[in-house]
T-cell receptor, first 117, second 113 residues
């Protein structure tokens, strides 16, 4: 069974600085998808970024980028120029690339990110 | 309304009450999900519906009863709940395709007294 591990329950970063959130996963599959979700205090879970395992290029979305290391099964999220609005719980998630019927997305326990003004 | 909406946003109920949570997605998706989010626990997938058909029931107690009348609406009927059922209940939807991301509603904060 696949697992997703986020080893940092909480992190803090100074506003305008860069922070990296760690995520590792375990799978025997070669094709899959990885996601980072953000859940601000208002509780709406928002998709931040998506990575396809067969693509070597790291996904980026504005100030958010990932460092995808397939061999190491590592998928970290880098937030550049941190802003107060980035304060949230961040979840790393894994989804198999099997047929769509296998709909499970497996989530890590999350990392709470604090932004210090 | 856009995205995924959930009502009510907050709910307090006694253990003998019957209530329902409602979810509606405005994204044209064909798969919908119920998750339970408790403090300091990973998100727990409860139910999955594809094209209105339930394809996953993750060993959820029968006091939780889902209903999916169409691909845009999802309900979670609650009865004789326990205090440990207090949690945030999240609804999500996705397009039923390989690698599709799920899009979440704001959740219903449930307190069982």
């Amino acid at each position: 069974a696949q697992t997703v591990t986020q080893s940092q329950p909480e992190m803090s970063v100074q506003e305008a600085e860069t922070v990296t959130l760690s995520c590792t996963y375990d799978t025997s599959e070669s094709d899959y998808y990885l996601f980072w979700y953000k859940q601000p205090p208002s509780r709406q879970m928002i998709l931040v970024i998506r990575q396809e395992a067969y693509k070597q290029q790291n996904a980026t979305e504005n100030r958010f980028s990932v460092n995808f290391q397939k061999a190491a099964k590592s998928f970290s999220l880098k937030i550049s120029d941190s802003q107060l609005g980035d304060a949230a719980m961040y979840f790393c998630a894994y989804r198999s690339a099997k047929a769509p019927r296998d709909d499970k997305i497996i989530f890590g326990k999350g990392t709470r990110l604090h932004i210090l003004p | 309304e856009t995205g995924v909406t959930q009502t009510p946003r907050h709910l307090v109920m006694g253990m003998t009450n019957k209530k329902s949570l409602k979810c509606e997605q405005h994204l044209g998706h064909n798969a919908m999900y119920w998750y339970k989010q408790s403090a300091k626990k990973p998100l727990e997938l409860m139910f999955v519906y594809n094209f209105k058909e339930q394809t996953e029931n993750n060993s959820v107690p029968s006091r939780f009863s889902p209903e999916c009348p169409n691909s845009s609406h999802l309900f979670l009927h609650l009865h004789t709940l326990q205090p440990e059922d207090s949690a945030l209940y999240l609804c999500a939807s996705s397009q039923r395709r390989v690698g599709g991301a799920q899009y979440f509603g704001p959740g219903t904060r449930l307190l069982v007294l």
